[in-house]
C-alpha cells in the first residue's frame, strides 16, 4: 500500500501546476503593520503578566484566565476565524494533553532536552487532531506518547553530522529487529529508551490483532533508512530518487500517527493520512534548506537551491496542499471541517515563515506577490522570533503551555 500511496501523491504532484495560484485574500501593508503591532503590545504584556508569582490556587487561577485571555485577544485580532481557534484547542484538551505529556516525559526521561520535548509535542498534537478528525476523545494513550518520542531520538540521532552512516544503518537494523518484536540488545541509554517505547506501544496494540499498526512501523522506519541516501553526499537531480523518499518518508510518517491512534484505517482513511504527512515533510524541508545543503544532506530544495530559484518549487507545493484540502472527502463531521482549514491556513504561514528566511533562494518578485498574502511583512518573522526567544526562554512556553490547562497550571521544570 506504501508505494500505491506514494505513487498517487507523486501523480498528484507532477499534474500540479507551478503558476502561484493564492487560496487567500491578499492583505495590505497597512494592515501587517497594524498586526505587527498587535503581536508587540502581545508580547510586552504577556511578560509583564508573566512576571506574577501567584501566592495561593486563587491567584493562580486569575494568572491562567489573564495569559489565556491575552492569547485569545490577540488571535481574534489577527486572524480571519469567526470563533477562537485556541477556544478551540483548548476545550478539546490540548493544554491538558500537553501538560500530561510533559508530566510522563520527565517521569520517563527526566534528562530530555526541552527543545526535544518540543519536537515530539508537534507530533503528540499532530495525533491529537487525528483524534479530532475521527470525533474521538482527544486523551495521550500510552501509542501517542510512545511514537512521539521514538523520533526526536532517532532523528536526532540518524540526522547526526557527527555519526557516520555506517553506524547509523547498524543502530536501525537494531531497531527494526525491536518493531518486528525481536529483542536485540540496546547498546546505550538512547538505544533503551526506543526500544521500551516499542514496548508501550505493543501493550496497547497486540500484534497478531492489529498487525497494520506493526506495518505502519516498519513503513517509516523503511522511509528512515533510505533517507540515509540523503544524507552521503551532493547529488543532482534525477540522480536519485530524492522526492520518492521524500514522499515516501513524510506519507509513512503520519499514516503510522493515523493506525496508533484508530488501530485499523480504511483505504480513504489511509490516503488522507499520507497526503498529510508528504506536504508537512515538503514544509519541513523547506524550513531547514540552508542547514541541509551545508551538511549535504539532499532534499528536493536542497539539491538545486545554490542553482536555481525556489519560486516554481513553492508555488507547486501552495497548489498541492489546496489540492489536497479541495479534494479531500473523508472527515466530514463540523469539527473536522475547521480543523482542516487551520490545517491548510497554518501550513500557508509555515511556508511564508520558510520564505522569509530564505529570500535568497527566492525571486524579488516573487517574494513581492506571495508576501502580499502574509498577515505581517516577512521582515518581522525573523524580528518576532528573535525578540520571542529573547523575552521567553523555553521553560516560559512550557509554563505557557500548562497554563492553557484546565487543572493544574505551574509545573516545576
Same mark, same amino acid.
Given at each position: ?72 485577544? #490577540? !488571535?481574534?485580532? =489577527?486572524? *480571519?476565524?469567526?470563533?477562537? $481557534?485556541?477556544?478551540? /484547542?483548548?476545550? @478539546?484538551? %490540548? ?94 541509554? #538512547? !538505544?533503551?529508551? =526506543?526500544? *521500551?517505547?516499542?514496548?508501550? $506501544?505493543?501493550?496497547? /496494540?497486540?500484534? @497478531?490483532? %492489529? ?203
Amino acid at each position: 500500500m506504501i508505494k500505491e500511496l506514494t505513487d498517487k501523491y507523486l501523480s498528484i504532484w507532477w499534474k500540479t501546476k507551478s503558476k502561484l495560484h493564492m487560496s487567500t485574500e491578499k492583505i495590505s501593508f497597512a494592515e501587517k503593520i497594524k498586526n505587527e503591532k498587535k503581536i508587540e503590545l502581545f508580547r510586552k504584556e504577556l511578560f509583564k503578566t508573566l512576571k506574577k508569582i501567584p501566592q495561593n490556587e486563587n491567584e493562580e487561577e486569575d494568572l491562567r484566565e489573564e495569559v489565556f485571555k491575552l492569547i485569545r485577544e #490577540m !488571535e481574534i485580532q =489577527i486572524s *480571519n476565524y469567526e470563533e477562537s $481557534i485556541i477556544d478551540f /484547542f483548548i476545550d @478539546n484538551g %490540548y493544554g491538558n494533553i500537553t501538560r500530561e505529556f510533559i508530566d510522563e516525559v520527565k517521569k520517563f526521561d527526566s534528562q530530555m532536552e526541552v527543545y526535544d520535548i518540543f519536537q515530539a509535542i508537534r507530533n503528540v498534537w499532530i495525533m491529537n487532531s487525528i483524534q479530532i478528525l475521527y470525533n474521538m476523545e482527544v486523551k495521550l494513550t500510552p501509542s501517542i506518547f510512545a511514537y512521539s518520542m521514538l523520533y526526536p531520538y532517532s532523528d536526532n540521532y540518524l540526522d547526526d553530522a557527527n555519526i557516520s552512516v555506517e553506524e547509523k544503518v547498524e543502530f536501525n537494523k537494531r531497531f527494526r529487529d525491536w518493531l518486528l518484536g525481536k529483542d536485540s540488545v540496546p547498546l546505550n541509554n #538512547m !538505544e533503551q529508551h =526506543i526500544y *521500551n517505547l516499542v514496548k508501550k $506501544i505493543e501493550y496497547e /496494540f497486540q500484534r @497478531n490483532t %492489529y498487525s497494520e499498526v506493526f506495518e505502519s512501523l516498519l513503513g517509516i522506519h523503511t522511509a528512515q533508512e533510505q533517507s540515509l541516501i540523503q544524507q552521503r553526499e551532493k547529488t543532482l537531480p534525477f540522480e536519485k530518487n530524492i522526492i520518492g523518499i521524500t514522499f515516501e518518508k513524510g506519507g509513512t510518517s503520519v499514516l503510522a500517527d493515523g493506525y496508533l491512534v484508530r488501530g485499523i484505517l480504511d483505504r480513504a482513511e489511509a490516503e488522507f493520512m499520507f497526503g498529510y504527512g508528504v506536504f508537512l515533510q515538503i514544509i519541513d524541508d523547506l524550513q531547514d534548506v540552508g542547514e541541509d545543503y551545508n551538511n549535504k544532506h539532499m532534499t528536493i530544495f536542497s539539491q538545486i537551491a545554490d542553482k536555481y530559484k525556489l519560486d516554481r518549487l513553492i508555488s507547486k507545493l501552495l497548489n498541492f496542499i489546496d489540492t489536497f484540502f479541495n479534494n479531500e472527502t473523508t472527515f466530514t463531521s463540523e469539527k473536522a471541517k475547521k480543523l482542516k482549514r487551520v490545517i491548510q491556513d497554518c501550513s500557508h504561514i509555515m511556508i511564508f515563515e520558510a520564505i522569509s528566511k530564505n529570500k535568497s533562494r527566492f525571486s524579488k518578485e516573487y517574494i513581492k506577490r506571495i508576501e502580499s498574502h502574509s498577515i505581517v511583512r516577512f521582515s518581522y518573522f525573523k524580528k518576532i522570533k528573535k525578540k520571542f526567544e529573547k523575552t521567553f526562554s523555553q521553560e516560559d512556553i512550557i509554563r505557557i503551555c500548562n497554563m492553557l490547562s484546565k487543572n493544574e497550571f505551574i509545573i516545576n521544570i
